[in-house]
């Protein structure tokens, strides 16, 4: 990956492209670093941080030298809004996860004794409907 540098800014990062300003088949000239600097392209660097459980990724440093560019990721700690939305959306997710499991058919069977409900089929459907339980009492 290149960045181009202007004036001292990046003015793209990525692949080098096929073409560009007066120049056709720029990327055939990946590798040739001595060349693309004097147009202004320099190897780009990546650097990813790990994120944690309750980190969110914030931005990045970019530093920009003769020789490359480099962006490091930079993170932050979520605030407590933050987390709690995160883990309202899951709870949620995970209750429609479960009610999809509840098919009519599976509904039928495990209730209906008129449809050969079976003690199985309504421990199922208790046992389900205790899992949903417990992920509305983390939305409350």
């Known amino acids: 990956m290149y960045a181009h540098i202007e004036n001292g800014s990046v003015t793209y990062r990525g692949l080098l492209p096929k073409t560009w300003r007066n120049i056709s088949g720029l990327n055939l000239s990946e590798g040739d670093d001595d060349y693309l600097k004097t147009l202004g ?4 660097v990546e650097v990813a941080v790990a994120i944690g459980v309750d980190e969110t990724s914030d931005g990045e440093d970019t530093v920009i030298t003769e020789t490359e560019v480099t962006s490091t990721q930079k993170k932050r700690a979520m605030t407590a809004q933050e987390i709690s ?5 899951a709870a949620l997710s995970e209750i429609l996860r479960l009610e ?12 209906s004794d008129d449809c050969g409900g079976t003690a199985e089929g ?3 459907f208790k046992d389900n ?3 949903i339980a417990v992920e509305r009492a983390k939305l409350a």
């Open 41 to 44: 392209w320099v190897p780009y």
């Open 85 to 89: 939305d995160r883990d309202s959306g």
């Open 100 to 111: 999809e499991l509840e098919t009519p058919r599976r509904l039928a069977e495990a209730l």
């Open 122 to 124: 309504r421990s199922w």
């Open 129 to 131: 409907r205790d899992k």
